[in-house]
């Protein structure tokens, strides 16, 4: 085929644009693909076929049939055009390109995977030599962590161990002072008592001496019918010597004037001066009772008393003592003081409070009932009384709960154990909160006569003050069952709520399943209280007294009940004054089930009769009762004074008790060695 290379350009554009290459292509593949037997026809078929479909689509595979088309790939669109050379250059751009990016592609592989392989080895070799490193120093760690935990141990167990030694040494050492100390305590026990024993039989015998010497002194008015004395008698009057009391021992000097008041003690000061020195024991003023001579004693005399036994006063009473500021404030030169009384004192103030909490920081009880103090006061007790353990505020009504949250300040009054806030109706339930803030550590609390007191108050006192073990609230009417279902936390011991009619038998239910520790129960005068009530204190195994007096709906099934569980056995007093429903069969019960029932109050009992009477008798450890207002008779009280232990017998308003059968009853008792030493006379 001749070259079109240097042919004219017009021809080459005449092919070109004709397609005269590509058709030439569709029928020379067709031709050789099919190899029809009759190619001229075949290429008049073909050139039919390409003109219906157009030189535009037209393709090389065209003129091939369907099922004979080979399945290869075409890298230009057509081969005719280097066959007939009308390109200038063999190679297209696009080929170049092409080829150049297949090399590049394929080299830039290659080079890549080896050095991924070269990478890779050096890299694990890297890893693996960093991974050396770190488990040496891991394990260095580990040892340096282990070896400073074993040399902490083996320090604490050193410590430990020279602790212990020091223990030991320091126990050995008091175990050698206690065997030193007992030795030496019996021995000077053994020398005071011998010295005692003698000094108490030298004065028992100068008592035998003088109490001959006053039968001497009887006998001598006699003298004129008796003129002539016996050698024994002259012997007697002549060696009688006086009894003089300072011989005694202090504890016993001690003993025999704190029997006395503060003006007793000073009129015997004045007798002479031995007694004089005996009044001046410092023991006998640790206590100084100044409201027993509140109205005798000047304001002088108490200043300079207070100034001469400052270090050795304990305890001082001022209770409704009306005297100066200047007087309260010489209190403050007590240092030693633990207790304060100026309960009624209508001249003590917030001032004279001030001189007190500055010179005296040691008071462990503090009673301010029924005084002017305010908010003051309040500031300075958590200052100054760090150890403050009782205090009393009953009836102290110008302070507001401001001056209750001022006791959290500083150290707070945190030890304080018993406190007292009866009549303070001006507290709130957020004064109450102020109060449990500050006061955790309340064991005994006491509320009385607070009309204002509520559920939401106690609830607001218990949410943090979880040691109370005593409780007394009476005249406090709005209390109901919801209180003790609060007071559930509580460990209680003593409850004591009187006057009250919304306590309910609900509330003793509280009471068997929260407080298995009472000891102590006082609801007199709750009206809401029924057998049922009894029935839930019958399994309390710590109580041993139990007061439901005035509580008029209490019969003998409650009564029953209550006796038949273990609270019966260790009872010790019962009251059950105006309980009306109450008949013999209770106090026989009684008689079966109290072996410990020393105090007992049947007060107006009026189905009471003589046999109930006789079956009181039984209860062995009976002591005291009180038969008042009840149906007994001369007969009965005969019957109860063969009673080998009963001492105290209260019988009035009995109106069938005459004096005749009091008589009766002392001479029965005489006859028993066992007398009754009180036993009013019935009101006729």
């Known amino acids: 085929m001749a070259s079109l290379r240097n042919a004219n350009p017009r021809l080459k554009n005449y092919f070109k644009e004709n397609y005269i290459p590509q058709v030439c292509e569709a029928l020379l593949c067709g031709i050789l693909v099919t190899c029809p037997e009759d190619p001229l026809r075949y290429l008049e078929g073909m050139i039919m076929v390409i003109i219906k479909s157009g030189l535009q689509n037209l393709l090389w595979d065209m003129c091939i049939t369907p099922s004979m088309k080979p399945n290869i790939r075409r890298l230009s669109e057509t081969y005719l055009e280097q066959l007939f050379e009308l390109d200038d250059q063999l190679m297209t751009p696009e080929l170049m390109i092409k080829a150049c990016s297949f090399y590049t592609g394929h080299l830039v592989k290659t080079h890549f995977c080896t050095w991924r392989d070269i990478a890779r080895t050096n890299e694990n070799v890297v890893l693996a030599e960093k991974m050396n490193r770190a488990v040496t120093c891991y394990n260095f760690r580990l040892q340096k962590s282990v070896f400073h935990h074993w040399h902490s141990y083996m320090e604490d167990q050193k410590e430990k161990l020279k602790n212990m030694l020091?223990?030991?040494?320091?126990?050995?050492?008091?175990?050698?002072?206690?065997?030193?100390?007992?030795?030496w305590r019996n021995t000077a026990r053994h020398k005071s008592k011998k010295k005692e024993d003698e000094l108490i039989l030298k004065h028992e015998l100068q008592l035998k001496k003088w109490k001959n010497r006053l039968i001497l002194k009887r006998a001598a008015a006699e003298e004129s019918n008796f003129p002539e004395r016996s050698s024994s008698e002259v012997f007697l009057v002549d060696e009688t010597l006086?009894?003089?009391?300072?011989?005694?021992?202090?504890?016993?000097?001690?003993?025999?004037?704190?029997?006395?008041?503060?003006?007793?003690?000073?009129?015997?000061?004045?007798?002479?001066?031995?007694?004089?020195?005996?009044?001046?024991?410092?023991?006998?003023w640790n206590a100084i009772d100044f409201s027993s001579v509140k109205n005798v004693i000047p304001d002088k005399y108490i200043v300079s008393t207070l100034q001469r036994w400052r270090l050795n006063v304990l305890r001082l009473n001022f209770r409704g003592c009306l005297l100066r500021p200047k007087t309260f404030r010489s209190v403050s030169h007590c240092?030693?003081?633990?207790?304060?009384?100026?309960?009624?004192?209508?001249?003590?103030?917030?001032?004279?409070?001030?001189?007190?909490?500055?010179?005296?920081?040691?008071?462990?009880?503090?009673?301010?009932?029924?005084?002017?103090?305010?908010?003051?006061?309040?500031?300075?007790?958590?200052?100054?009384?760090h150890n403050l353990q009782n205090l009393s505020?009953?009836?102290?009504?110008?302070?507001?709960?401001?001056?209750?949250?001022?006791?959290?300040?500083?150290?707070?009054?945190?030890?304080?154990?018993y406190l007292d806030l009866s009549g303070c109706t001006q507290i709130s339930v957020q004064g109450f909160r102020y109060i449990a803030n500050s006061c955790t550590g309340i064991m005994h609390l006491t509320i009385n006569d607070m009309p204002t007191l509520t559920d939401n108050c106690v609830k607001a006192l218990v949410e943090k003050c979880s040691r109370i073990t005593s409780l007394v609230f009476t005249?406090?009417?709005?209390?109901?069952?919801?209180?003790?279902?609060?007071?559930?936390?509580?460990?209680?011991?003593?409850?004591?709520?009187?006057?009250?009619?919304?306590?309910?038998?609900?509330?003793?239910?509280?009471?068997?399943?929260?407080?298995?520790?009472?000891?102590?129960?006082?609801?007199?005068?709750?009206?809401?209280?029924?057998?049922?009530?009894?029935r839930s204190l019958s399994p309390l195994k710590q109580l041993t007294v139990l007061n439901l007096a005035n509580c008029v709906r209490i019969g003998d099934m409650g009564l029953k009940q209550f006796l038949d569980g273990p609270a019966s056995m260790r009872i010790r007093e019962l009251n059950l004054s105006n309980c009306v429903r109450l008949s013999d069969a209770s106090v026989m019960k009684l008689s079966e089930r109290c072996p410990n029932l020393n105090y007992l109050s049947l007060r107006n009992c009026e189905h009471l009769t003589a046999q109930g009477i006789g079956y009181i008798v039984n209860i062995f450890s009976l002591v005291s009762i009180d038969l008042s207002g009840t149906d007994i008779s001369n007969e009965g009280l005969n019957v109860l004074s063969r009673h080998k232990k009963l001492k105290e017998l209260s019988v009035s308003e009995c109106y069938r008790i005459t004096d005749d059968g009091i008589q009766i009853a002392r001479m029965e008792a005489s006859a028993n060695k066992e007398g009754l030493p009180k036993t009013p006379i019935a009101d006729y």
């Open 393 to 417: 505020l009953a009836y102290c009504r110008r302070f507001t709960d401001k001056g209750l949250q001022y006791l959290n300040l500083g150290n707070g009054c945190h030890k304080l154990i």
């Open 166 to 183: 020091l223990r030991i040494q320091q126990i050995i050492y008091c175990h050698k002072l206690t065997i030193i100390l007992t030795k």
């Open 335 to 385: 240092r030693n003081l633990q207790e304060l009384n100026v309960s009624d004192c209508p001249t003590f103030t917030d001032e004279s409070m001030r001189h007190i909490s500055e010179g005296c920081p040691g008071v462990l009880c503090l009673n301010l009932s029924n005084t002017t103090i305010t908010n003051r006061t309040m500031r300075l007790l958590p200052r100054h009384f």
């Open 475 to 534: 005249g406090a009417p709005h209390i109901s069952d919801c209180t003790f279902r609060a007071l559930s936390a509580c460990k209680l011991r003593k409850i004591r709520f009187e006057g009250n009619k919304r306590v309910t038998d609900a509330s003793f239910k509280f009471i068997d399943k929260n407080y298995p520790n009472l000891s102590h129960i006082y609801m007199a005068d709750c009206k809401g209280i029924t057998d049922s009530s009894l």
């Open 242 to 284: 006086k009894c003089d009391i300072s011989l005694l021992p202090e504890r016993a000097i001690l003993q025999i004037f704190f029997y006395l008041s503060l003006k007793d003690v000073i009129i015997c000061g004045q007798v002479n001066h031995a007694w004089m020195l005996m009044t001046q024991l410092n023991s006998l």
